[in-house]
């Protein structure tokens, strides 16, 4: 008898859990490949410095004097596309992104490189004392998005941070492959890139404003067009947790 019930659970509990079994149809190809440009070419590494707070102005002097000089080099295959200090958000934190025009090539050669450039070694040994910690990803570029280019200022900018839900990358990209058309007419959608090395199952979305209230008026007008709300309803659902920085760029930036 006691067998008995415990197979009619088993199965009644079975046939339960397959009704929120959400079916999946098999890919031969990884959510990379599907959704970004080459790796040749949307290779990207961003960057997250936590400064103690006495030392912010001397980590931006140090940064700004330094890491010019290193992209002169016409070997080093590594693009200086933005440098940013965090106005909202997390407070006292440096962000910057690169881009490698080679790929995990270009990435390979430009470590190798920097391992004996005396100058970064002394520059790391020095900004090591300023910070409280710092992480970093390599990131791939949707190839629907725009690609970030040098931009004239005075901008702010907004990294917004979406952790999805394993495996809802590809819907994440078919509804932003048919939104991003709404935000791109008034040109401040500056790039959006996706993790492969670091925390993963993330999104950052990159924007440019004049100025906090030109953000708000931009972000009420896309609620007016015809098809942006609805990417906000089905991608809601793929999100785990968000966060929005606002972010000022350094002198050296290409964004500004």
């Not at 881009?99 to 090591?128: H, I, Q, V």
Request: hydrophobic share 30%; charged share 30%; aromatic share 12%.
């Amino acid at each position: 008898m006691i067998q008995s019930g415990n197979s009619s659970d088993s199965r009644d509990s079975s046939w339960l859990r397959s009704l929120f079994v959400r079916k999946v149809d098999p890919r031969k190809d990884a959510h990379s490949t599907l959704l970004s440009k080459k790796e040749t070419s949307g290779l990207y590494k961003m960057q997250f410095h936590n400064v103690k707070p006495e030392c912010l102005d001397a980590y931006n002097k140090l940064t700004e004097e330094v890491l010019p000089k290193l992209h002169q080099d016409p070997d080093y295959h590594c693009d200086l596309v933005g440098n940013w200090n965090t106005w909202y958000g997390e407070q006292d934190q440096a962000v910057h992104l690169w881009r490698f025009s080679g790929g995990y090539p270009a990435l390979t050669d430009c470590m190798n490189k920097l391992r004996n450039n005396k100058e970064y070694l002394e520059f790391r040994k020095e900004r090591s004392r300023m910070l409280l910690s710092r992480r970093n990803q390599l990131l791939l570029e949707f190839s629907f998005w725009n690609e970030p280019v040098p931009r004239k200022g005075p901008n702010i900018y907004e990294l917004r941070t979406y952790r999805l839900k394993p495996g809802t990358m590809i819907e994440w990209g078919n509804n932003w492959a048919r939104a991003i058309k709404y935000r791109q007419e008034n040109e401040e959608a500056v790039g959006g890139f996706f993790s492969q090395i670091g925390e993963l199952y993330v999104v950052h979305h990159l924007w440019a404003y004049k100025d906090l209230q030109s953000r708000e008026e931009t972000r009420k007008s896309a609620w007016t067009k015809r098809g942006w709300d609805e990417n906000v309803y089905y991608t809601v659902p793929l999100v785990r947790n968000m966060e929005s920085r606002i972010m000022i760029p350094l002198k050296i930036s290409p964004l500004q």
